[in-house]
């Protein structure tokens, strides 16, 4: 059974930054393409970026030049680096492979931006 643990949330001001990390119970990043979504209240589940286990990554237009995905294979960790957050950018945000697996849903982490 694999499990992701999201972390690195929390409350920051419009035009703030945070570095969520997420990390892997068992090593499938290596062979696995990465990928970060969020889900904001009363919406669906968005996909915001991936990166494949040789480091190409795609981004969704609405986080596009704001967010950066990197992985480390040997920790397990793959990350989503934030900046320019806005207030709809507030949302759970989650890792998961790409196409996402459903067992593999971890908790979130809640990031919250206020204007």
């Known amino acids: 059974q694999v499990q992701l643990v999201e972390s690195g949330g929390g409350l920051v001001q419009a035009g703030g930054s945070l570095r969520l990390s997420c990390v892997a119970s068992?090593?499938?990043?290596?062979?696995?393409?990465m990928s970060w979504y969020r889900q904001a209240p009363g919406k669906q589940r968005e996909w915001l970026a991936r990166?494949?286990?040789?480091?190409?990554?795609n981004y969704a237009e609405s986080v596009k030049g704001r967010f950066t995905i990197s992985r480390n294979n040997a920790k397990t960790m793959v990350y989503l680096q934030m900046n320019s957050l806005k207030p709809e950018d507030t949302a759970v945000y989650y890792c998961?492979?790409?196409?996402?697996?459903?067992?593999?849903w971890g908790q979130g982490t809640q990031v919250t931006v206020s204007s």
């Open positions: 068992r090593n499938i990043f290596s062979i696995n393409t």
């Open positions: 990166i494949s286990s040789s480091g190409s990554t």
């Open positions: 998961n492979t790409f196409p996402a697996i459903p067992n593999y």
